[in-house]
């Protein structure tokens, strides 16, 4: 992923977010998000979202409604035997590896510009790490798409 693709930010509750289009898709930085949680470590803050049961109950059904070729063999058979128990452990990068998925798109390595997420996928995140923060991203997004048309 090239740092071309990034096209704005948004001024989130006085965070800077990064919105990047693929396609005709935005996509909302989850690793600026996670910065509100834990500026140190934001890789850390996704992985343990992703690694919660309901958070993988949602990003698993949205990837089933939107990409027709989801591996979702795979996903029904993690969903069994790791889901839910401590040991199970979910990456941007693993999800986007092993699934097919193209609701998170996962960078890293020396050149990273971070994990982005498809923004239902980030309202979601969003919501597990603040809800007041989660409003403000709305009212943004909303504000920055409405500039656009």
């Not at 109950?57 to 990409?67: A, K, P, Q, R, T």
Request: charged share 25%; glycine share 4%.
């Amino acid at each position: 992923m090239s740092k071309e693709l990034v096209q704005t930010q948004m001024n989130v509750n006085n965070r800077q977010i990064r919105v990047m289009r693929v396609g005709n898709l935005d996509y909302i930085s989850l690793t600026d998000l996670a910065k509100y949680q834990n500026e140190n470590d934001p890789s850390g803050v996704i992985r343990n979202w992703m690694s919660n049961k309901n958070s993988f109950d949602f990003y698993n059904l949205w990837e089933e409604l939107h990409n027709e070729n989801f591996n979702s063999v795979e996903s029904h058979r993690i969903k069994i035997d790791e889901v839910g128990y401590n040991r199970f452990t979910m990456t941007p990068n693993r999800w986007k590896k092993d699934f097919n998925a193209i609701g998170i798109i996962p960078s890293s390595g020396k050149y990273s510009v971070g994990t982005f997420a498809h923004p239902d996928i980030a309202f979601e995140f969003a919501s597990w790490l603040n809800v007041e923060f989660k409003l403000y991203l709305i009212t943004e997004f909303e504000r920055l798409k409405q500039n656009e048309s």
